[in-house]
């Protein structure tokens, strides 16, 4: 069965039953979804709300709450925690063969001017120091 749906201007749909049923369909999907996410909303109001109010005394004109507590409360209502910055220092070890060179200083050089560190993570590779401790022939 075809169903025709006749626009504003003029123009016409041509609608098949299965395309109507899929319409409805997806509409009770979505309704559904819509209406979780609205009670999730109302829950995390409340919570929040709770959350303060469990820490003010009348009259207060701050709340001190610690990092622990925030975390708690972010992590109660579904988002990332906080996340501290941290420094790492660390060493690399490597070693290069087959590198074709007239000398040590050149093996040495090549390797200097070739050998890159990157990090791709987030955060920021500050900074990055070769420390060639033997150059030998093959």
Not at 15 to 35: C, F
Not at 58 to 67: A, F, P
Not at 73 to 95: D, N, Y
Not at 121 to 127: A, Q, R, T, V, Y
Request: hydrophobic letters at 30%; zero cysteines.
């Amino acid at each position: 069965m075809e169903y025709i749906h006749t626009n504003a201007d003029g123009s016409t749909t041509k609608y098949t039953e299965d395309m109507i049923k899929n319409v409805i369909a997806d509409k009770e999907y979505y309704q559904g979804r819509y209406h979780t996410y609205v009670k999730r909303v109302d829950e995390n109001n409340n919570f929040v709300y709770e959350f303060f109010k469990d820490r003010y005394d009348s009259g207060d004109t701050e709340i001190t709450v610690t990092v622990d507590d925030v975390n708690y409360l972010l992590e109660s209502i579904g988002s990332s925690k906080l996340k501290a910055l941290f420094t790492v220092t660390g060493t690399i070890q490597f070693v290069v063969t087959d590198i074709e060179a007239e000398s040590e200083d050149e093996a040495r050089d090549i390797l200097t001017s070739d050998l890159s560190v990157e990090f791709n993570g987030d955060g920021n590779l500050d900074e990055w120091d070769i420390d060639i401790t033997d150059t030998s022939q093959q």
